[in-house]
């Protein structure tokens, strides 16, 4: 019985935070939608097509981390304004059953940009089925991370900025949108960590962009899977659930 309230949790949270959302606000969907669109654009122009795949693998990886990054504003706004985190916190609902049920209403809303670029990257042939399984782990890192320092924001104002200085420094800097190897190698080591530089090695080398060595192929799928499940750990057992 308990296991089909969590369904339905989770169900009911889906439809309010994730259909609802998009549905209503269609044009947040566009928004986030607007600059890896862009950047392809720039980048399809400025390499006369030749880089064009690299910036639909960059767009595909910031649509997920942006949405989850940025995601921190709005976590926020319904712990802080919305007040849904006190509801649950009264009730059975445990942090786990929010976090997931967050990630799962994310995973909606950025399904109108997903599909966008998975018919982009089967119409360039860069698509790999393994790609799914990257991203799942960057939505899941991602969303994590962006509900652990929602819950330590002491004001909706720092909502925005803090989400949205997360979400740049993550998809611009790291080699999203281009090879790995144009960076600095000191560079390259710094961001390295970074989830969505795990993320970009492991599928430029899957859809055939670049050939990745396989101690670094490797290593990079084995940090991605270790860290997402510190972030999803430290979210559940080291955020603020209660205000007191």
Known sequence: ????????FY???IKFYGISSTKRGFIYVLTYMAIPLAELFLIY???????????????????????????????AYLRLVAKIQ?????SEISPNDYILALMLSNLVYSMPGILVYLIL????????????????????????????ISTLIPHMR?????????????????????????????????TLPLPTT???????????????????????WILLVIETLIFYYLSVKFS???SV
């Open 121 to 148: 990257a089967i119409v360039f042939h860069v698509f790999n089925p393994l790609m799914l399984i990257v991203l799942l782990l960057l939505l899941i890192n991602t969303s994590a991370i962006g509900f652990f």
């Open 198 to 220: 795990l993320s970009a090695l492991i599928m430029q080398d899957e859809s055939g962009l670049i050939t990745v060595s396989n101690p670094l192929l490797t290593f990079s």
């Open 11 to 13: 169900l009911s949270f």
């Open 158 to 190: 720092y909502g925005w900025g803090v989400g949205g200085l997360l979400s740049t420094f993550l998809t611009i800097i790291p080699p999203v949108f281009y090879p790995y190897y144009f960076l600095p190698k000191i560079v390259f080591l710094v």
């Open 45 to 75: 122009m400025i390499s006369h097509g030749a880089f064009l795949g690299f910036g639909i693998v960059g767009g595909l990886l910031t649509v997920i981390a942006s949405n989850g990054l940025s995601a921190t504003a709005d976590f």
């Open 240 to 242: 603020r659930w209660r």
């Open 1 to 8: 019985m308990r296991a089909l309230r969590r369904i339905d």
């Open 86 to 90: 006190d509801l649950l916190v009264a």
